[in-house]
């Protein structure tokens, strides 16, 4: 199993910039994708980012061009680095590892972007 916490999140104007991490434990070998994805209020669960064990990343559009993902191999941590934030950013935004036999989700952390 592996565990993810996310922590870093909060409010922000719009315009401005927050960083998230997610921490893994665990089975950590297992690990082939680390990602984010977010849900805003009554909206499905959508996919923002995900990074591979390999550096290789991939971005929705929504978020390109303002949203870094980046990964601490030494430290297990996969961090989210937002920036020039608009309002329809706000969401709950949950980690995801995803390995051969399935994946987990971390418990979330809310970003709220005040217009």
């Known amino acids: 199993q592996v565990q993810l916490v996310e922590s870093g999140g909060g409010l922000v104007q719009a315009g401005g910039s927050l960083r998230l991490s997610c921490a893994a434990s665990g089975s950590i070998g297992r690990i082939n994708v680390l990602g984010w994805y977010r849900q805003a209020p009554e909206k499905q669960r959508e996919f923002v980012a995900s990074i591979t064990t390999y550096g290789s990343t991939i971005y929705a559009d929504s978020v390109k061009g303002r949203f870094t993902i980046s990964r601490d191999g030494a430290e297990n941590t996969v961090y989210l680095q937002m920036t020039s934030l608009k309002s329809e950013d706000t969401a709950v935004y949950y980690c995801?590892?995803?390995?051969?036999?399935?994946?987990?989700w971390g418990q979330g952390t809310q970003v709220t972007v005040s217009s």
């Open positions: 995801r590892a995803t390995y051969m036999s399935g994946g987990n």
